[in-house]
DNA sequence: CCATAATCGTTTGTATGCATACGACCGGGC
DNA sequence: GCCCGGTCGTATGCATACAAACGATTATGG
């Protein structure tokens, strides 16, 4: 102990980052469990976002998802690779590359929704709806 | 439309998987904007840890930190890289790394503290203090 | 005392996630 | 027509993050 004590001790277990970190690691257990362990989370958010907007540009559907342009080209590359997804040139503008679902990668969607929903339910289940409502709320203002 | 319309649609925004995600982007962003770069949240939870309990073996660490065995051995490798702390065998047990903050590491956690209380203080900003108080009670039911 | 289970650390592979730099391409203004 | 700022996709480097497989070591049960 100094001769000046720190008036609050830093403990790392209370702080919201350190919190934050251990909720998301438990729903990302939860929804891989869910999912058959073949659709990161991430992945998944490519392909619903996809299946919600349809077609659309790769740097676009990143922003729609929140992924750095580095990051949506790595999961649309696996995601292609595993014919989810394909990848075509924009007739009208050069620099953009289209994202298209394929019938598979609908197919896919269509089979995985009902875990996706079961993902959000397992990770909310120790709230009661109205807490949920008031964590969500609070939440959104901190995006 | 299908003849058979879904109950819900799947709408990845309202998803808490997908929301959290954000806000710990958010969070990381204004983390890294503090502690000058040099320091990931990840490292200094490492840090801020081993100063808290004081030398420990590496998984044990880890499970302070929430952690995964692989995780923790490549922020340790890092951050003794960087002299900011020393690894060592464990005399009591063969299998033990013990790791230990160095003096530089120990100023550096001294240095950092109040950039991390900030980087908590800047994450919550948007909220008032009894809603931080519910979050954070919400948050560890879901840990 | 010894066989077995459990723990610890390491390594490899895969997947984010962000920063930076780069070249290609678009639009607008001149 | 042409430059120029902005956008798009690509590539690389670094840092998590977890699973699985492995060898070494320790603890436990009989």
Redesign the interface.
């Given at each position: 102990m100094s001769r000046r004590a720190?008036r609050?001790?830093?403990?790392?277990d209370?702080?919201?980052?350190?919190?934050?970190?251990?909720?998301?690691?438990?729903?990302?257990a939860l929804?891989d469990g869910l999912m058959g362990g073949d659709l990161t989370?991430t992945q998944w958010?490519a392909l619903?976002?996809l299946?919600?907007v349809g077609t659309c540009s790769q740097n676009q559907l990143g922003r729609?998802?929140?992924m750095d342009v580095a990051t949506i080209k790595g999961v649309i590359d696996r995601l292609s690779a595993r014919g989810l997804t394909k990848t075509s040139a924009d007739p009208g503008d050069g620099r953009r590359l289209l994202v298209t679902l394929t019938p598979a990668g609908r197919e896919r969607v269509d089979q995985a929704?009902s875990g996706?929903?079961q993902?959000?339910e397992d990770?909310?289940a120790?709230?009661t709806a109205p807490?949920r409502q008031?964590?969500?709320a609070?939440?959104?203002?901190?995006?």
């Open positions: 720190s609050r001790p830093y403990v790392l209370e702080q919201i980052g350190f919190i934050l970190r251990q909720v998301v690691q438990r729903h990302v929804f989370p958010a619903s976002k299946a919600e729609l998802t929140a929704v996706a929903f993902a959000t990770t909310l120790p709230l807490e008031t964590l969500k609070l939440l959104m203002k901190l995006r």
